[in-house]
């Protein structure tokens, strides 16, 4: 595993350090025995653990936002703040007495041009039979030379001015339109009484309530929702994780929740949901981060919704294996990692390794020879060399 760009800089701003302090002792500062003067620490065995720490809200595993585009009245208000609520529970019922009104006199409108356009299609039909039984007629003297040609088409022209269909008299295409169009009207009407009538989409608490009784449902204060919704019962936090460790995040990792109204308690959750694609961090942001959903799965009446609460990921462990701080872990110019571990008679020796996990603080270490208890180089410059002395600090 390569080193980070930050470990990088660290090594090298250390490194510098380093070199000046011996160059001190080779130019004759004061006495000092002889060799480079280094700063270490010791090889340890202990477990170590991987871990993503994250801020975010604390919301409702579901939540809904229920508003009117209606300017009739708040005739009634059903709910308060802190309800719970059922989904399709009645929230407020809008002043509909206008609407109703409207309504029964659209279907009277509705009712009467059903009446006329089927007295209409009647008389058509009627007309329509008289001029079938002319042509008829007609046809039949043509074919004994008792009628002209002319008779003919005129009476078959008449027959075909009647709008029908088989024999069958129809409505016109304009009289169809006028009843579709007072169709849809009541049905309008009828849909937006039924929106008189609040509910809510979804089981969960009443969070917010930005109306009141005589109010216009459409202005609410400061253009909020009538209602505000969440399912409380059920707590997540979406976290954004940064595109750089997005990879080691896992559906079902463990995760350990607090936060300052817990007085240092902690509430169990899980990884429940990774976003397939990431985002900016925020508007002036060019960071990319990936949304990730934790539920709360462990439970304490203190955790309640609206509240900043800190997440922190178990990412990977690693039982009893050798650690090394984060400073004693050196890339080399061809890219290798080592160690600087001083030997007993205060040399250097260089040791290849392969990182393991890494923490804020300590990094795993794999290498032939690395034991526990060793002495390590801290921050090593690339001028220490295999079999250099050193003196150890």
């Known amino acids: 595993m390569a080193l980070s760009k930050k470990k990088k800089i660290l090594i090298a701003v250390a490194g510098l350090i380093v070199v000046a302090v011996g160059a001190k002792v080779a130019f004759g500062g004061n006495k000092t025995p002889e060799g480079t003067m280094v700063s270490t620490s010791l090889v340890e065995k202990q477990d170590i ?3 993503l720490k994250l801020k975010a809200v604390l919301e409702g595993t579901e939540s809904t936002e229920v508003v009117s585009k209606l300017r009739y009245e708040v005739k009634q208000l059903l709910v308060k703040e802190g309800d719970k609520v059922k989904k399709g529970q009645l929230l407020a019922v809008l002043d509909s007495s206008d609407l109703v009104k409207q309504m029964s006199l659209s279907k ?4 009467l041009l059903q009446l006329q356009q089927k007295e209409t299609l009647d008389k058509r039909q009627v007309e329509y039979d008289k001029l079938k039984k002319d042509y008829d007629d007609l046809k039949a003297l043509f074919d004994v030379d008792a009628a002209s040609q ?4 005129e009476a078959k022209r008449k027959l075909d001015d009647i709008e029908s269909v088989n024999g069958v008299a129809v409505l016109t295409d304009s009289e169809k339109q006028s009843l579709d169009n007072m169709v849809r009207k009541v049905s309008v009407e009828a849909d937006t009484l039924k929106d008189c009538r ?7 608490t ?3 309530v930005n109306t009141k009784v005589g109010r216009f449902a459409n202005d609410t204060e400061n253009d909020k929702p009538m209602f505000e919704i969440e399912n409380i019962d059920n707590l997540q936090m979406k976290v954004l994780v940064k595109e750089t460790d997005i990879a080691k995040v896992k559906l079902g990792q463990k995760v350990d929740i607090t936060a300052d109204i817990l007085n240092g308690e902690n509430v169990e959750g899980v990884v429940s949901r990774i976003s397939p694609t990431g985002e900016n961090k925020d508007a002036n942001s060019t960071e990319r981060v990936v949304p990730v959903y934790i539920e709360v799965i462990g439970t304490n009446e203190k955790l309640i919704a609206g509240i900043t609460a800190k997440a922190t990921i178990h990412i990977a462990k690693s039982e009893q294996v050798l650690t090394v701080p984060y ?3 050196s890339e080399l110019e061809d890219g290798s990692t ?3 571990v001083v030997k007993e008679d205060s040399t250097i020796k260089i040791i290849p390794v392969k990182i393991g996990l890494e923490t804020d603080l300590l990094v795993e270490v794999q290498g032939d020879g690395l034991t526990e208890g060793q002495q390590i180089v801290l921050s090593p410059s690339l001028a220490l060399t295999e079999g250099m002395t050193v003196i150890p600090q």
């Open 49 to 51: 653990e991987e871990v």
């Open 108 to 111: 009277g409108e509705l009712s």
């Open 150 to 153: 002319s008779e003919v088409d």
């Open 198 to 204: 609040i509910t809510s989409m979804i089981d969960g």
């Open 206 to 208: 009443i969070t917010r």
């Open 327 to 329: 400073e004693a872990v």
């Open 338 to 340: 080592v160690v600087y």
